[in-house]
């Protein structure tokens, strides 16, 4: 019985399929008895054949007209359209536009950098030496310690005296390398040996600026740490012997690439001369073809600032040793304008070609170097308020790598060497020519000011100026602020500005509600566009600060790769 209804079940399946088939076939048939029936038609039958008669003569007639004559007719008089891409082309424009401005705007920013450099540099060598004698006054004059149980010393007089004692340290230290010994050994190398050592003696600069200020930095922290808190370190003396290593190290570093330097400028042939100038061209092969960012360039320009910086104390060097060699012949100085005056130019060509490079493989616009130069300008007027945390010379230092007490050094053994004072002649113009540099380092602290007020309004930067910093812990990177800097009635912010310059810093435990906060550069945006975001979560502020730094985040360049992260 179950197979009888089984084989039913399976025959009703079988005929349903088989109808189903039949229907989806009733289209396709039709259509194949229309097309027969048209066929058939006597009228479309012509039409179809006067169709094909129509292809077949177009066919030939193609065929005959593949001639070289109507080729080169058609490569003569053939035509088109440049607007019909218009948006490719007006890029196509800008850019070399861009590439016009680059060498304006790039030297702007250099010689905004190389006066910040010499403002810092000249600091040493003028108010530096005055601060520190003072220092040391009060601390002779005076007892140790108040009533009140606080040191006399303010936490930036500290700073200064540790400063002087480095430098007269390594100043009598460089008495014991002998110049002329060190010229002569370089000179008996061949070419190529040269060249590889002034290759590596950059590479060993770059690694000595990059750890050197963060000696210095945690020598100045540990002397005037406060005390009550619990001691982490190893003590003073152990830190100011690291710093005074570092800066004799770096000075002997600096007197071999002048002496190298030297050598090649007293080479017969000028090749070592030349083979050390086109290393700098070399460096743009090593920077064109990478990937850059903004803040990747702006590191990449403070390197090359200072690297400019350096150079023209080198050549200074250079000069003052061979004048001194030929007892101050003025017809020697010359002969050595030219190399000068080449090496000078190489470095120049260098800069602009690389920059230009890079702003046109990775679509920056030539309007980021007045960026780059507000963001150089807001430290100088930062570190100059009333509430600075940090003095401008070693702003300068963690921002371009820039160490001025190294090469003061070499410098001030090099002069002291070719230069003999005697007689009351000789101290006298020597006096005047201290006052001349202070006279100088004031000028240009001045117009130094007044040009970084002048970029900060135009970026539209003046109220970061005011922001009140948070407060940071260590380990952890600090919340950007909330607190919007609130002005007081009947007080401009010009007025503002120029007080926070002029005013002198006061003690953290003297001030009571001062009129402007603490400023801390590394808290504030340099663009003026960017949009200040409130991040509560630690991971999300983690993730915020790796996927974009700010220009003001940046302390020194690194060498592998332009890398900031």
């Known amino acids: 019985m179950a197979d009888t209804v089984g084989g039913g079940m399976e025959e009703r399946k079988e005929t349903e399929t088989e109808d189903k088939e039949k229907e989806k076939q009733k289209p396709t048939q039709t259509i194949k008895t229309v097309l027969g029936k048209l066929s058939s038609t006597p009228a479309i039958t012509e039409t179809l054949g006067f169709y094909e008669r129509n292809v077949n003569q177009e066919r030939k007639r193609s065929l005959s007209d593949l001639s070289l004559l109507r080729f080169i007719s058609a490569e003569l008089t053939r035509g088109y359209f440049l607007e019909h891409n218009e948006a490719k082309y007006t890029e196509r424009r800008e850019r070399v536009y861009t590439c016009m401005r680059i060498p304006r705007e790039l030297e702007k920013l250099m010689l905004f950098g190389f006066f910040l450099c010499l403002d810092a540099f000249l600091y040493v060598f003028t108010l530096l030496p005055l601060r520190a004698i ?56 061949s070419v190529i040996k040269l060249y590889i050592i002034y290759n590596m003696l950059e590479v060993a600069d770059r690694l000595f600026s990059s750890f050197g200020q963060d000696i210095l930095d945690a020598l100045y922290w540990t002397a005037t740490e406060p005390k009550e808190k619990k001691r982490a370190h190893i003590g003073l003396i152990p830190h100011f012997f690291m710093a005074v290593l570092y800066v004799f190290l770096h000075a002997i570093l600096i007197m071999v690439q002048a002496s190298t330097l030297n050598v090649a400028f007293n080479s017969h042939n000028k090749s070592l001369l030349t083979i050390m100038m086109s290393n700098n061209f070399v460096e743009i092969k090593g920077s064109v073809f990478k990937k850059f960012e903004k803040n990747n360039l702006f590191q990449m320009s403070n390197s090359d600032i200072k690297e400019r910086f350096t150079n023209y104390v080198l050549l200074l060097i250079v000069c003052l040793r061979n004048m001194e060699q030929l007892s101050w012949n003025p017809d020697h100085l010359w002969v050595l304008f030219p190399d000068v005056c080449m090496v000078i130019a190489s470095e120049i060509a260098v800069d602009v070609v690389k920059h230009a490079f890079i702003t046109k493989f990775n679509d920056i616009t030539a309007d980021v ?53 005697q007689g009351s002649l000789a101290l006298i113009c020597a006096l005047l020519f201290y006052l001349g540099l202070i006279t100088l380092k004031v000028l240009n602290s001045i117009v130094l000011l007044g040009k970084s007020c002048l970029y900060i309004k135009e970026a539209k930067m003046e109220e970061k100026l005011f922001q009140t910093p948070p407060a940071t812990t260590p380990g952890k990177p600090p919340n950007k602020s909330k607190n919007k800097f609130q002005a007081t009635p009947g007080i401009s912010t010009d007025d503002r500005l120029s007080a926070s310059i002029t005013s002198q810093p006061v003690h953290q ?47 020194r360049f690194t060498i592998c790769g332009n890398r900031i992260d």
């Not at 940090?390 to 050094?409: E, K, Q, W």
């Not at 402007?516 to 999300?540: H, R, V, Y």
Request: glycine share 4%; with cysteine.
């Open 134 to 189: 003072l220092a040391l006054v009060r601390l002779i004059t005076f007892p140790c310690c108040g009533l009140n149980g606080t040191c006399l010393l303010q936490p930036a007089q500290v700073c200064d005296v540790l400063k002087g004692f480095i430098i007269v340290i390594c100043y009598f230290m460089m008495h014991y390398v002998d110049y002329s010994m060190m010229y002569h050994l370089i000179r008996g190398q």
């Open 369 to 421: 170097y007045s960026e780059y130069r507000a963001s150089l300008a807001f430290d100088l007027v930062s570190s100059r308020q009333k509430n600075a945390y940090t003095d401008y010379s070693d702003s300068v230092s963690r921002r371009m790598g820039f160490i001025p007490l190294p090469l003061a050094v070499i410098l001030t053994r090099v002069i002291t060497s070719s230069v003999k004072v």
């Open 509 to 555: 435990s003297e001030r009571t509600s001062p009129l402007l906060p603490n400023s801390n550069s590394d808290q504030f945006l340099t663009t003026p566009d960017a949009e200040e975001k409130d991040i509560t979560q630690d991971g999300l502020e983690l993730k915020h600060r790796a996927s974009k730094k700010d220009l003001l985040e940046i302390d």
